[in-house]
C-alpha cells in the first residue's frame, strides 16, 4: 500500500462548477500538507500550504486537512478552462522529517 | 524575478553517455532537491542537500549523482548506470527549518537515442 493513495481521474467537469479533489494517507506522523498544481510540460507549482487539521482558503481554491480520517482535499469553486491541470497532493512530518511525499496527481479537465 | 532555472528543456542521451542536468537558484534557498517523474507515478526523490558540501541519497540514487558546490546550484549527473533514463526531471528548492514547502523549476526531459 502506497503512504499516500490519489485517484489519478481524468476528471472532467463543465466550467463553473465546484471540483473536489482528495488524497488519503496511512502515515499519522504527517503534519503539513500541500496542494500543488502541474501544467503539461511545466513544473508544480504550490497552491496551499497548510499545518496540521483545518481549513485554509485562497480565492476560489480551499484546503481541508482531516488528520482523524487521514484524509484531505482541495476544492475549486467556479472552475476556469484555466485550472485545467494535473494537481499533486504532498505531505511530510516536519522538523527532522520534512521530506516530502507525493500522490500521483490527478488530471483534471474543465470543459468550457 | 527569483525562481529556479533547469536547463536544458530537453535533452538527449546516447547510450553508455553521462550526462548532466543543470540547475540554479537565486531565492537564497539553502535546501534543494531533484525528484524523477514517471507516468503514473509521484515524484520519486533522487538526491537532496540542505547546504553546500553536503548532500543525501533520497529513494532512487542509483545510477545518479550530485555536487553542491555553491549554494545556487545543485547540478545533477545521470550516468551510463541508470538503464532506464528516461523521464522528466524536476529541481525543488526550500528554506530549511521547519518543514517549508519547495519551489520547482519547469523541468528537464531525458530522452534515450
Known amino acids: 500500500q502506497k503512504e499516500v493513495e490519489q485517484d489519478p481521474g481524468p476528471l472532467s467537469v463543465p466550467e463553473g462548477a465546484i471540483v473536489s479533489l482528495n488524497c488519503t494517507y496511512s502515515?499519522?506522523?504527517?503534519?503539513?500538507f500541500m496542494w500543488y498544481r502541474q501544467y503539461s510540460r511545466k513544473g508544480p507549482e504550490l497552491l496551499m500550504y497548510t499545518y496540521s487539521s483545518g481549513n485554509k482558503e485562497d480565492g476560489r481554491f480551499t484546503a481541508q486537512v482531516d488528520k482523524s480520517s487521514k484524509y484531505i482535499s482541495l476544492f475549486i469553486r467556479d472552475s476556469q478552462p484555466s485550472d485545467s491541470a494535473t494537481y499533486l497532493c504532498a505531505m511530510s512530518g516536519g522538523f527532522g522529517n520534512e521530506k516530502l511525499t507525493f500522490g500521483t496527481g490527478t488530471r483534471l479537465t474543465i470543459i468550457p | 524575478d527569483g525562481g529556479i532555472t533547469q536547463s536544458p528543456k530537453y535533452l538527449f542521451r546516447k547510450e553508455g553517455q553521462n550526462v548532466t542536468l543543470s540547475c540554479e537558484q537565486n531565492l537564497n534557498h539553502d535546501a534543494m532537491y531533484w525528484y524523477r517523474q514517471d507516468p503514473g507515478q509521484g515524484l520519486r526523490l533522487i538526491y537532496y542537500s540542505q547546504i553546500v558540501n553536503d548532500f543525501q541519497k533520497g529513494d532512487i540514487a542509483e545510477g545518479y549523482s550530485v555536487s553542491r558546490e555553491k549554494k545556487e546550484s545543485f547540478p545533477l549527473t545521470v550516468t551510463s548506470a541508470q538503464k532506464n533514463p528516461t523521464a522528466f526531471y524536476l529541481c525543488?528548492?526550500?528554506?530549511?527549518?521547519?518543514?517549508?514547502?519547495?519551489?520547482f523549476g519547469d523541468g528537464t526531459r531525458l530522452s534515450i537515442l
Open positions: 525543488a528548492s526550500s528554506s530549511t527549518g521547519g518543514s517549508q514547502p519547495q519551489h
Open positions: 502515515n499519522s506522523a504527517f503534519q503539513y
